[in-house]
């Protein structure tokens, strides 16, 4: 390419593509992505914690508690620990679903994906539901994990990256119209 060309102009001796260069994806995205890492991290420290939670003797005297409340009261002891291996599966399954849809997000987004940014919107506001459930310690790394969250997301609507989310989906729909 010669020093007098101009950017997205076409180079002597090769045919014009008809589509601009790629876009460039802004600094903000890049706080974005990374935000997403910490929020996937965040939600591995807010597994185990539950993990330790679900394990505690006072989890299972509230879920006994709880079984008596409700009139459970023949075979309490193996109830209770159904219960305690029902949240201990649940919490694990969810973290690992959590993790990997944080982490699928942060990828699609870096990439400019439109349908993870949109994804991830309403996956945040969704994570807004988390704030009235809050149990400690749990709970401080749940808050600082969601703000992580909605702030990533955020920057995605923000300029100059919503121009460079618009960008991409118009470069991808001028390669599909090939």
């Known amino acids: 390419m010669s020093s007098t060309s101009r950017p997205g102009a076409p180079s002597p001796g090769v045919p014009n593509s008809g589509l601009s260069p790629a876009p460039v994806a802004p600094r903000q995205l890049g706080w974005a992505v990374r935000l997403l890492h910490l929020a996937a991290a965040l939600q591995i420290l807010v597994t185990v914690l539950s993990l330790v939670n679900i394990s505690s003797d006072g989890f299972r005297a509230r879920t006994r508690e709880a079984l008596v409340e409700m009139g459970q009261g023949g075979i309490l002891d193996a109830v209770v620990d159904s219960a305690i291996k029902f949240s201990l599966v649940t919490a694990v399954a969810g973290g690992i679903l959590a993790i990997v849809m944080y982490l699928l997000l942060a990828r699609f987004i870096g990439k400019g994906a439109m349908w993870a940014r949109l994804a991830g919107g309403v996956i945040a ?5 988390q704030l009235s459930t809050l149990t400690m310690p ?38 599909k119209r090939r």
């Open 125 to 129: 506001i969704g994570s807004l539901y």
């Open 138 to 175: 749990v709970g401080i790394v749940t808050v600082v994990q969601i703000l992580a969250t909605l702030t990533a997301i955020t920057l995605c609507y923000l300029k100059p990256a919503s121009t460079y989310f618009r960008e991409k989906q118009i470069q991808s729909m001028l390669r």
